[in-house]
T-cell receptor, first 112, second 115 residues
């Protein structure tokens, strides 16, 4: 029972580099989302998806791109990394609106 | 847009004692869902308890209970018989009851349980 799997766990990037954070869930959840966590800021929503082929912006979408080609996968792309994107990133999914979110274990990203 | 406020950035409690973490939220909706999540040093996000706004009864999960005051838009978490393993960051979160799946989090309260 894998749940929500995020890779990698840690990543260091140089300013301007691009990369993709991977997220996969095996619970057949329609809703998936990406959050970033910064000290003193809580968790802020970056992008979310309510099903394959459907994505929308959250609170802090700038500099990030997502796609949802399958129910299972929801990758987050950093187009041109900036030091302001240094953060811990969480992927989360849920079955329905009144179901709690299931979180991945997070990715700590450092941009130098 | 909904907002969630946790007014206590840090709290501490002695082992075996009771502590209450505060959370208030702002919404014009009548149907919504509220959650408390725990984040220990391992960074994992763990659901502690949830409350559906249309239910009058306060949710309880073992040593964890909530005081849900809908009119006051307050959703506090009470931890009884605190244990060292309760040391963690606690986040309050709000989700609309409409078609919007988005979960809005407060900034968190760091709880330290002292031996």
């Amino acid at each position: 029972n894998a749940g929500v799997t995020q890779t990698p766990k840690f990543q260091v990037l140089k300013t301007g580099q691009s990369m993709t954070l991977q997220c996969a869930q095996d619970m057949n959840h329609e809703y998936m989302s990406w959050y970033r966590q910064d000290p003193g800021m809580g968790l802020r929503l970056i992008h979310y998806s309510v099903g394959a082929g459907i994505t929308d912006q959250g609170e802090v979408p700038n500099g990030y791109n997502v796609s949802r080609s399958t129910t299972e996968d929801f990758p987050l792309r950093l187009l041109s990394a900036a030091p302001s994107q240094t953060s811990v990133y969480f992927c989360a999914s849920s079955y329905s609106k009144n179901s709690p979110l299931h979180f991945g274990n997070g990715t700590r990203l450092t941009v130098t | 847009a909904q907002t969630v406020t946790q007014s206590q950035p840090e709290m501490s409690v002695q082992e075996a004692e009771t502590v209450t973490l505060s959370c208030t939220y702002d919404t014009s909706e009548s149907n919504y869902y509220l959650f408390w999540y725990k984040q220990p040093p391992s960074r994992q996000m763990i659901l502690v308890i949830r409350q559906e706004a249309y239910k009058q009864q306060n949710a309880t999960e073992n040593r964890f209970s909530v005081n849900f005051q809908k009119a006051a838009k307050s959703f506090s978490l009470k931890i009884s018989d605190s244990q060292l393993g309760d040391t963690a960051m606690y986040f309050c979160a709000f989700r609309s009851g409409g078609s919007n799946y988005k979960l809005t989090f407060g900034k968190g309260t760091l709880l330290t349980v002292n031996p």
